[in-house]
């Protein structure tokens, strides 16, 4: 059990080495491991793209760049706890016009 117990510890963060240190809200679910991106909103309002800082203005033409040519295209949305809700459902909206799957992240309770 030790033995696992480590295993896990070490193995944890490198399910999503791309992720910023965020603090995400508490939900029940389970968030799934396929992703191809992941949109990261920090209580500061600074939107990135994995670990990539972008403006507001330019998130979509990233995000087209970003996703261009993948198939069934993932974003992970990961917005800390406290963002407006508008920041989010920007980032939404933005991935239904561009026909983008779109999963938000949070903190398993």
Do not use: C, H, W
């Amino acid at each position: 059990v030790f033995l696992l117990l480590i295993f896990f510890m070490l193995t944890s963060p490198a399910i999503t080495p791309e992720a910023l240190d965020l603090i995400l809200p508490k939900a029940k679910g389970k968030t799934t491991n396929k992703q191809n991106v992941a949109v990261s909103i920090t209580k500061d309002l600074q939107i990135y793209i994995d670990k990539e800082r972008v403006s507001s203005s330019s998130l979509e033409a990233r995000l087209k760049e970003t996703l261009a040519g993948v198939e069934d295209p993932t974003i992970i949305l990961r917005a800390e706890e406290g963002v407006p809700i508008e920041k989010a459902v920007n980032v939404m909206d933005i991935a239904n016009r561009n026909r983008y799957k779109i999963v938000l992240a949070v903190k398993p309770e």
